[in-house]
T-cell receptor, first 113, second 114 residues
């Protein structure tokens, strides 16, 4: 059974640009959550999608957005990139219930220069 | 607000010794507590979890205990091996209800010396 796949693995972008990251969940999983990981702030929740609907949102500015497709694949978008957006972006998939196991992908390392 | 405190931030043990990592959560409605291991360059890997209707769970060398009254939960690794060296994160489901929002602790860097 394939795990959670995130693409691309690495990205370098310039301030002011926008970026789109992709996440393919484990087959059969309907929930995809996104997290930002930085040395200073640790792992912080961005948002969660379930059946193409955003079910929960963390405390990030509106420049961070996401969506989920009918096949459960998800994308997140960051517009007007800032240097502080440099981080490892992780997605996690789960069956969908709040108390079910969440499995993470390898992450996308975004560097903003 | 929702918060998970994790201690210690670093832990160094000799191979074969035990390691204990402790977490405290603030949201009394939290009812699911997973633990993740993250190796360099990889995403977090789920290693064990516990639900609020259970006080202890064990899987080979790893065990987790939960004290709901005190809002504490702990990870115990026995007979540590060099390959246990990694960063460990505790987490709690942030709010009650049917969501997947995990609130993570700050992480513990475990070093197992051969």
């Amino acid at each position: 059974k394939a795990g959670v796949t995130q693409t691309p693995r690495y990205l370098i972008k310039t301030r002011g640009q926008q970026v789109t990251l992709s996440c393919s969940p484990i087959s059969g999983h309907r929930s995809v959550s996104w997290y930002q990981q930085t040395p200073g702030q640790g792992l912080q929740f961005l948002f969660e999608y379930f059946s193409e609907t955003q079910r929960n949102k963390g405390n990030f500015p509106g420049r961070f957005s996401g969506r989920q497709f009918s096949n459960s694949r998800s994308e997140m978008n960051v517009s007007t990139l800032e240097l502080g957006d440099s981080a490892l972006y992780l997605c996690a998939s789960s069956l969908g219930g709040g108390n079910t196991e969440a499995f993470f992908g390898q992450g996308t390392r975004l560097t903003v220069v | 607000g929702e918060n998970v405190e994790q201690h210690p931030s670093t832990l160094s043990v000799q191979e074969g010794d035990s390691a204990v990592i402790k977490c405290t959560y603030s949201d009394s409605a939290s009812n699911y507590f997973p633990w993740y291991k993250q190796e360099l360059g990889k995403g977090p890997q789920l290693i064990i979890d516990i639900r609020s209707n259970v006080g202890e769970k064990k899987d080979q060398r790893i065990a987790v205990t939960l004290n709901k009254t005190a809002k504490h939960f702990s990870l115990h690794i026995t007979e540590t091996q060099p390959e246990d060296s990694a960063v460990y994160f505790c987490a709690a489901v942030g709010i009650s209800g049917n969501t997947g929002k995990l609130i993570f602790g700050q992480g513990t860097t475990l070093q197992v010396k051969p």
